[in-house]
């Protein structure tokens, strides 16, 4: 199994590939929307290029859930309702959710997803 730095840095590439970001905008604590920009459509591109890079199948909504976000039974009044933060968070192992609990609007979760979270994805990945 690759060592972390070796995850970090072909996560990087495929992020500045994928973003057109510089090399040095992506650190661990960079956000993925917020500080990187990332769209929508990227995440495509994005889970696209991870695949490659890591040999490795990414199910759609596995590496962001936004059906999660989008749900009736886990969204009240533009907010992330207890049980949808417990799905999040099984969904999501990898990531730190401790900042968006704070205030979990729907707008916010977009800030929540940082490159770090995303190597400790790979990680598990490459573990399971």
Do not use: C, H, W
């Not at 949808?84 to 990898?94: E, Q, S």
Request: aromatic share 8%; hydrophobic share 45%; glycine share 6%.
């Amino acid at each position: 199994m690759p060592s972390r730095e070796e995850i970090f840095d072909k996560v990087k590439s495929a992020l500045v590939d994928a973003l057109g970001v510089d090399e040095d905008d992506v650190t661990p604590g960079a956000t993925m929307v917020g500080d990187l920009g990332a769209e929508s459509i990227d995440f495509l591109d994005i889970v696209f290029r991870l695949e490659k890079a890591f040999n490795i199948k990414i199910s759609r909504g596995e590496l962001f859930p936004e059906d999660v976000l989008s749900s009736s039974e886990f969204v009240a009044e533009g907010k992330v309702t207890p049980a949808g933060i417990a799905a999040l968070k099984a969904r999501m192992p990898f990531a730190d959710l401790s900042k968006f609990e704070s205030n979990p609007s729907v707008q916010n979760f977009a800030n929540t997803l940082t490159v770090e979270d995303m190597v400790r994805y790979v990680q598990s990945k490459l573990a399971a």
